[in-house]
């Protein structure tokens, strides 16, 4: 039986890494892509807020929530000076129209421009691990 470590800022550089790879290659798997590009945001604001003192492993909490959800629940959350830096990502534009579900879905979504907007809003996540 195999153990992970997780490590948020290393899987949210690994997702955007991986994604980086299917938006260029030859044949672009853009639904892939945007996929990864959200899970590399979401690992990046857990990142951002795993070590602040309001946050909770609890299930109903901000830790296991995805996009849109994870916006609604940090809105709910964040309070004192971490709020500033998380606060941008709340907004409801922020990752708009990407979900989990998207894993399941038939392969012919996002479009080209929103798969640059997700693209754009998972750097913003990434750039603030650093």
């Given at each position: 039986m ?6 948020m800022?290393k899987a ?20 892939t892509?945007g996929y990864?590009?959200?899970?590399a ?12 003192s ?6 109903d909490?901000?830790?296991?929530a ?13 309070v ?8 941008r990502?709340?907004?409801?534009r ?15 979504r996002?479009?080209a421009?929103?798969l640059?907007?997700w ?7 990434r750039?603030a691990?650093?």
């Amino acid at each position: 039986m195999s153990q992970f470590t997780s490590n948020m800022t290393k899987a949210s550089h690994r997702n955007w890494a991986a994604a980086e790879r299917l938006r260029s290659a030859e044949a672009p798997d853009r639904t892939t892509a945007g996929y990864l590009y959200g899970i590399a945001a979401e690992c990046a604001i857990k990142a951002l807020y795993r070590d602040m003192s309001w946050t909770t492993d609890s299930k109903d909490g901000p830790v296991y929530a995805h996009f849109p959800e994870i916006k609604a629940k940090l809105r709910d959350s964040i309070v004192g000076r971490g709020a500033a830096q998380l606060v941008r990502f709340t907004d409801q534009r922020y990752m708009e129209g990407w979900a989990i579900k998207i894993r399941y879905s038939d392969g012919t979504r996002p479009d080209a421009a929103t798969l640059e907007k997700w693209r754009d809003d998972a750097d913003a996540a990434r750039s603030a691990l650093q």
